[in-house]
């Protein structure tokens, strides 16, 4: 049975942080945060090649250009954990925030073709 639960998530007042946690049950080559904010599409923020070894070209994270810097993807794989930990937030990432996993295709990827979600978890930055 798959299942991906977001947790963490809140209200918070500009430049503050946050950290969001998925808790996922099955082990997935690739996983991912994505977001989305009221009337507008669903859109990467950060991506994770959990099988990434020390020889793989191009790391094994990627970033939205709107949160490099100020987010950082990692996972705890003792706690089974996706993490984002999000800091200097803003206004702008207001949004609906999802866990997202999969075993296949390129690795670590901001698309959404991803074939696993969780149910979501809100984030609200106030000014």
């Known amino acids: 049975q798959v299942q991906l639960v977001e947790s963490g998530g809140g209200s918070v007042q500009a430049g503050g942080s946050l950290r969001l946690s998925c808790g996922y049950r099955?082990?997935?080559?690739?996983m991912g945060w994505f977001r989305q904010a009221p009337g507008k599409e669903r859109e990467g923020v950060a991506g994770f090649y959990t099988s990434a070894g020390f020889y793989t070209s191009g790391g094994n994270t990627v970033y939205a250009d709107s949160v490099k810097g100020r987010f950082t993807i990692s996972e705890d794989k003792a706690k089974r954990t996706l993490d984002l930990q999000m800091n200097s937030l803003k206004p702008e990432d207001t949004a609906m925030y999802y866990c997202?996993?999969?075993?296949?295709?390129?690795?670590?990827?901001?698309?959404?073709?991803?074939?696993?979600w969780g149910p979501g978890i809100q984030v609200t930055v106030s000014s």
């Open positions: 099955n082990s997935w080559r690739c």
């Open positions: 997202a996993a999969d075993s296949t295709g390129d690795c670590p990827r901001l698309t959404l073709d991803f074939g696993y």
